[in-house]
Structure formats: structure tokens, C-alpha cells
């Protein structure tokens, strides 16, 4: 089966530094398969929304894509004309970004904005699209879904502004959607629920979701696969119950087990040292080897990927065993 | 065990009394429509000046030593609370004991003294912060100003900055130049400057990396045990509460609606919506599972549903739960929870 989004040796940079500019995402290569969802996890300024800006075709200029492919449905959309980006994005590709206020026009009605994104793509009258809007904030837990139609976006608090972005998304039941941080601003409550539409969603429609986030938790029980990222790199890569029962590198480890579990109460949580390295100030070789207790001289060098395509690591001295 | 925890576990069986006791507070906003007032009457759905009712007839003690966990849903009134117990907000009804007297009661060097040692760290760091204000100045402006530096500025300061794990010789840097945990520590440093006893901590990690949330939590924890620190813990990540917390305080929509030790609460949660909550805890657990939503429509603080706040999303709501609030009963030592079924399985 061939997939629908390959994304392969994507390098995307921002000018700055010396040389050829800062690699916000350096080399990154993964898969997805209709309908499968990947979590995309990792420290703050890792570079996953970049990646998923990419993937849009929405990087800011003066930054680019400097290398590599991303071959959606076949074709590859890092040589894909402005045009040809703009008429999928909504349509086949949607993006729910961390910031909800970069989906939202301030000076417009939340259903006007519902309606135009209707009509940008599809030829269906007034009524219809508004009852569509409608039931789409239904969907996402907002209440008195008909009077939200006419509030402003002001009018909204931040988790309310965040389910209208993802009911804009879902509008067209597209083919992919990105979402960074999608529910991290919400109650455990709604949370829940908006996940559970997602769910429905790649499950109906065979959406693919890469679901970027810091919370192990929901991956664990929402995604097929995690790529972990680190210093604008996948680290490691595989299934998620492989990564997280045993995984191998020892950042994604050190994630893993800095989070509250309920055996760890009255215990110290055990804590990655140090902070995060900015990328002008990237570590040469292994980006995390200046907080990494098992660093030795080898990891100057830049370590490649160990494993196959599905899942790998890149380590030079990986963990063997599963955890606890 | 440690000593703070043996204390803590002392105080809960009213060993002692309690450092700080909130006993039926209740606070409304109303003059100056906040956001849900706008919306509300732009929707037409309430009339012009709405009042907020943010907290209802709370009561809560806080025993010196313990960490007692605050969760609920946004908007459920927990800062409000916060910002109660920690003397930066007066309440509209009720009464704040600091130590077994009445705050309101304080006056001249009893008040400073009480300001000082309640002290409150906001969710987010950097508008806590002035910009202009380079760390040492930051750290040192309450402490100077309260005479409670007796040697040199500088060493004071140091030993706070270290306390918190920050860096000293980075102190003359301006706030923007550090990373969210490094300004974390810098607000830590700042309210323990003035040496508190009681620190209420509002989302203090939330906007943290995983890997930097861990140090802070074991921050918290070390200087508890260093400087013999009391907090007000509020979160709504239930993992992180269920973590540090001695006790759990769960709020429904300006109510405390159950309140117990925290092994307790996630072992045995009574309370309906305790129940629907903790069965949301996020865990890492390989395998997909299906998440479920929770019934019902959101409530709203402008006009609170009558009898239990709980009862248009309940599933065991009955006649009685439309028309009268629960009172809160003591279900098992320590364990109070405000559900009308305690009366039916008792009776
Ligand atoms: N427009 C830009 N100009 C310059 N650098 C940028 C720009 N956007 C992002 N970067 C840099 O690229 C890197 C990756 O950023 P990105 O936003 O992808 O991180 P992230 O993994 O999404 O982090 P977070 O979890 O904090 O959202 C960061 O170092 C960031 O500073
Ligand atoms: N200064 C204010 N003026 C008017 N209303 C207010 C004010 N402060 C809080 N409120 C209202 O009181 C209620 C409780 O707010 P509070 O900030 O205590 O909630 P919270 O539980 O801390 O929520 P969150 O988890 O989102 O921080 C909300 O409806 C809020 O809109
Ligand atoms: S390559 Fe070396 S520094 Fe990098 S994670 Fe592995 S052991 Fe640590
Ligand atoms: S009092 Fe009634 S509505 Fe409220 S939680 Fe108990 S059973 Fe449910
Ligand atoms: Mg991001
Ligand atoms: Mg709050």
C-alpha cells in the first residue's frame, strides 16, 4: 500500500547562524497511512510545528524548504505550485494550529468564517451551509451551537475559540489534518470529547491526523505511531506501544519517566538536567549529548538512524531493556 | 516518612490547627462585565450588569505543612480562590482566618506580616514579570522594601536565585533572555524572598516542558521540606496534583463539591463528577482507547442551574438534586463530598 503523506529528508531553515542558516527541522523522514494517526512529541522548540507549517506550505517567508520531499496522495508538494497548495489546504489538508487565532479573522462572525471556508470549496447554498456550521461547533461540545454562529471571535473564551478552529478543520472531512496542540488549552472534560470526535473522524472518513503535542498521555491512547523529536531531528521513531514500553533513546526515555505517574507520588520525578539548547547554540554531533548521561566521545559525530524506515533511533549507545 | 509529612498526616486528623481557613466564602463579580458577561448579553441571554457567581459558600482549611491539590474545570472559580487565600482578593461574603484570627481584623504590622507570608506564583511567568527589570532587581524590590534584608542585597539574593536553582551569576539578565523554566524559577526565587509560609501556586507548571515541569515539581517539593512550606497547589492536570497533593479539593462551578486525601479521592472518588473527572486522568498507557465525552451542556457561572450545580450532567440526578443544594458530609474520615445520594444510602 502506498501511503498518503512520505514525507522524506524534509531540512527546513530560517536565515541565521553561519553556513546555510538554522535547521528548525533537520532531516525529518516519516509515513502515514490513510486513516492513522501519528504523534508527534518532543521538547518545546524541537520543531514540530515548523514541521507541520511545512507540510501546509504556510513556512514564513524568509524562511524555507530547503531540502527533501513531501509526497502527498503522489505528488510532491515541497515543488507544488502556490495554487495547487492553496486549493488543497482545507480541503485535503487542514491544519489546527496552537494558536487559534491564526485560523480565526478577528473582524468576523464565527459562522461567516464557517460559511466562507464552505463555499471556497464546495457549491452549496446559504441555508445549507450555515446549518453545516452549525453542526460542526455541535460536534466539538460548543454550547448553544446557533447563537455562537453570530459571536465575534473576542466573544469566545480561548477553548471555545479552539473548537471553532477544529470544526473549521473538520468541515471537509479532509484527507489529513495536522493539529498542534490541539486540546492542550482545554478541560480534561473536553478534552476527551474533542478527541473522541477526531477519532470518529479518522475512523469514518480515514483521515490521517498527526497530533503534535507534550502529552504522552493522549498519544498513548490516541496514536498508531510516535516520532519523538529533539533539536529539530526525529530522534526515534516506531509503534506506540514499542517506544514507549521500550524505548530507546535515552530523551525519549528521560520523557517518559518525567511524568507524574500514580506510582510516583512522595518520589522525586526523575528529571532531564539542564535546558534546552536554542538552535544557534546546537550542540555539534548528537544534539543531546550536553544533557545525556550516557554521552561519550562517539556522540560528537552526528548519529545516523539505526532501524528501518517504520522504526529507528538515533543513538550510539541505545537503551536495550523495557521500562520498568 | 519525612517530618513535614508525618506533620502533614498529624494535621489532618485535626492535630492542629488549621494555618489558613476559609469558612463560607463567596465572591461575585458583577459592575464590569468580564468576557462570558459580554457574551451572554450580546446573546441576549442575560440582561446588561450579570453577576458572576465565580465562588459559593466555600469552605476550606489548609493545615500548616500539607499541599492541598484545587482542580476543576476552567472557569470553576480556582484562581479566584487562589487569589482569596493568599490576601490579593477580598472576598464579597465569608470570612479568612490566618492562624485561628480574623484577617479582616489585622492592622498595621499583623497585616504586612500576614501579606508577607501568604505569597502567590501566577501561570504564566512572563507577564508576572516586569521586562524592564533584570533579575536581581526583580528578586530583591519586595524583600528591600519589607526590611528583611539585613546583610548585603546581593548575598540575599544569590540565596534565593540558588534556593530555586537558578544560576546566580546569570542575575543581572533581563527576564526574555531565559527559557520558560528558567523563568519559572525566577518567579519562584521572587516569592520566596519574602519568606513565606504559604505559597498558592496557580498552573505554576502548566506552560512548562515535560522534562522541565519535573524539575520544578521537585523543586516544590525540596523547598517544602527545606523551608517548611505550605501550598495551595492549583492545576488542572490531574497527574501533576495526584503527585504532590496530600489532599484533593475538587470544584464544581464555585462550589467545593468533594474534598479528601488524595490516595483516598483517586482510590474511592463519591462524588458524580469526581467520578467522570478522574476517569479522564491522562496516563501513559500504550494501546488505544476510546475517549468518551462527558453529557450534557456546559454550565455557566452567570446563572448556575439550581439545587446541585452538577445535576443537567448527572447521571444519578434525581427530583431532589433540581431543587436543593447538597450539603457537604463527612463520608469517611477526612472524605467530604457534597451529593445528595449520601443521604439515600445512609438512610
Ligand atoms: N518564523 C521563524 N523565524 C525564525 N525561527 C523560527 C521561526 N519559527 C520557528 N523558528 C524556530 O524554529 C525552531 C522550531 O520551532 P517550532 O515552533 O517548530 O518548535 P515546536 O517543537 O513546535 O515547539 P513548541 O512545543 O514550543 O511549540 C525554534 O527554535 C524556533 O525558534
Ligand atoms: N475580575 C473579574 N471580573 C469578572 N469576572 C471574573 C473576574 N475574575 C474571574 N471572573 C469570573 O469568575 C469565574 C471564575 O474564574 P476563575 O478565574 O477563578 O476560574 P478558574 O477556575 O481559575 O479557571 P481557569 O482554569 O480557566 O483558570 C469565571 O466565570 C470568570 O469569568
Ligand atoms: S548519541 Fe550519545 S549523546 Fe546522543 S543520546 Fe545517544 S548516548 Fe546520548
Ligand atoms: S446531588 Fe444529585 S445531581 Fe448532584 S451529584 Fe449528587 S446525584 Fe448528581
Ligand atoms: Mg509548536
Ligand atoms: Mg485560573
Known amino acids: ?324 | 516518612m519525612s517530618m513535614t509529612q508525618e506533620r502533614a498526616n498529624a494535621a489532618a486528623y485535626g492535630a492542629e490547627r488549621p494555618l489558613l481557613e476559609l469558612r463560607q466564602i463567596s465572591r461575585r463579580f458583577g459592575s464590569s462585565p468580564d468576557l462570558a458577561a459580554r457574551i451572554a448579553i450580546a446573546l441576549g441571554a442575560a440582561k446588561p450588569a450579570p453577576v458572576v457567581h465565580a465562588l459559593d459558600r466555600v469552605d476550606l482549611s489548609i493545615r500548616r505543612g500539607e499541599v492541598l491539590g484545587l482542580v476543576g474545570e476552567s472557569g470553576c472559580g480556582k484562581s479566584t480562590l487562589g487569589r482569596i487565600a493568599a490576601g490579593i482578593l477580598q472576598p464579597s461574603e465569608g470570612t479568612v482566618l490566618w492562624e485561628g484570627e480574623d484577617r479582616n481584623g489585622f492592622r498595621g504590622r499583623r497585616l504586612r506580616d500576614a501579606d508577607l507570608k501568604a505569597q502567590m506564583i501566577f501561570q504564566n511567568p512572563m507577564a508576572a514579570l516586569n521586562p524592564r527589570m533584570n533579575v536581581e532587581t526583580l528578586v530583591a524590590e519586595a524583600p528591600k522594601i519589607h526590611g528583611l534584608i539585613k546583610g548585603p542585597v546581593g548575598e540575599y539574593v544569590d540565596d534565593y536565585l540558588r534556593k530555586a536553582g537558578f544560576d546566580p551569576t546569570m542575575k543581572r539578565r533581563l527576564p526574555h533572555q531565559f527559557s520558560g523554566g528558567q523563568r519559572a524559577r525566577v518567579n519562584i526565587a521572587r516569592a520566596l524572598a519574602v519568606q513565606p509560609d504559604f505559597l498558592v501556586c496557580d498552573e505554576s507548571v502548566a506552560a512548562l516542558d515535560v522534562s522541565i515541569q519535573a524539575q520544578i515539581l521537585n523543586l516544590f517539593m525540596d523547598l517544602r521540606e527545606q523551608l517548611d512550606l505550605t501550598y495551595l497547589f492549583v492545576s488542572h492536570d490531574l497527574g501533576v496534583v495526584e503527585h504532590i497533593s496530600d489532599r484533593v479539593a475538587i470544584m464544581y462551578l464555585g462550589r467545593v463539591i468533594e474534598e479528601a486525601p488524595v490516595e483516598e479521592v483517586f482510590a474511592r472518588p463519591n462524588h458524580p463528577y469526581t467520578q467522570q473527572l478522574l476517569a479522564e486522568v491522562p496516563r501513559i498507557r500504550p494501546g488505544k482507547r476510546r475517549f468518551a465525552a462527558m453529557k450534557g451542556e456546559l454550565p455557566s457561572p452567570l446563572n448556575p442551574p439550581k439545587g446541585c450545580h452538577f445535576h443537567p450532567r448527572c447521571p444519578f440526578a434525581f427530583e431532589r438534586c433540581r431543587t436543593e443544594a447538597p450539603a457537604t458530609r463527612e463520608i469517611a474520615p477526612g472524605h467530604r463530598s457534597a451529593c445528595h445520594l449520601n443521604d439515600q444510602s445512609a438512610a
Open chain 1, 1 to 324: 500500500m502506498t501511503a498518503l503523506l512520505d514525507v522524506r529528508n524534509l531540512v527546513t531553515t530560517f536565515p541565521g547562524g553561519a553556513g546555510t542558516g538554522l535547521r528548525a527541522v533537520d532531516d525529518v523522514s516519516f509515513q502515514l497511512a490513510r486513516g492513522e494517526v501519528l504523534g508527534l512529541v518532543g521538547e518545546s522548540g524541537s520543531g514540530k510545528s515548523v514541521t507541520g507549517f511545512s507540510i501546509m506550505g504556510l513556512v514564513d517567508w524568509p524562511g524555507k524548504i530547503a531540502e527533501g520531499q513531501i509526497i502527498f496522495d503522489g505528488s510532491d508538494l515541497a515543488k507544488a505550485s502556490v495554487e495547487t497548495r492553496r486549493s488543497l489546504r482545507g480541503r485535503r489538508i487542514a491544519m489546527v494550529f496552537q494558536d487559534p487565532m491564526m485560523t480565526l479573522n478577528p473582524v468576523l462572525r464565527v459562522g461567516t468564517q464557517m460559511t466562507e471556508a464552505l463555499h471556497a470549496h464546495e457549491k452549496i447554498g446559504k441555508a445549507e451551509a450555515r446549518a453545516r456550521a452549525r453542526d460542526a461547533l455541535g460536534l466539538v461540545g460548543m454550547p448553544s451551537p446557533e447563537e455562537r454562529l453570530d459571536a465575534y471571535p473576542h466573544q469566545l473564551s480561548g477553548g471555545m475559540r479552539q473548537r471553532v478552529a477544529i470544526a473549521i478543520a473538520f468541515l471537509h472531512r479532509p484527507d489529513l489534518i495536522v493539529a498542534d496542540e490541539p486540546t492542550t488549552a482545554l478541560d480534561v472534560t473536553i478534552q476527551a470529547q474533542i478527541i473522541s470526535e477526531f477519532q470518529k473522524l479518522t475512523e469514518d472518513s480515514g483521515t490521517a491526523v498527526i497530533w503534535i503535542t507534550h502529552d504522552l498521555a493522549i498519544v498513548s491512547g490516541l496514536a498508531d505511531r510516535i516520532a519523538v523529536m529533539y533539536g529539530g531531528r526525529i530522534v526515534e521513531a516506531g509503534g506506540i506501544a514499542e517506544v514507549l514500553e521500550r524505548p530507546r533513546h535515552p530523551y525519549t526515555r528521560g520523557l517518559i519517566q518525567s511524568v507524574p505517574s500514580e506510582n510516583s507520588r512522595g518520589t522525586r520525578l526523575t528529571q532531564i538536567p539542564g535546558v534546552t539548547p536554542s538552535l544557534i547554540n546546537m550542540p555539534e554531533g548528537c544534539a543531546f549529548r550536553t544533557r545525556c548521561a550516557r554521552a561519550t566521545a562517539a556522540c560528537v559525530q552526528r548519529p545516523g538512524r539505526f532501524g528501518d524506515e517504520d522504526s529507528y533511533h538515533r543513538c550510539f549507545h541505545p537503551h536495550e531493556e523495557a521500562l520498568r
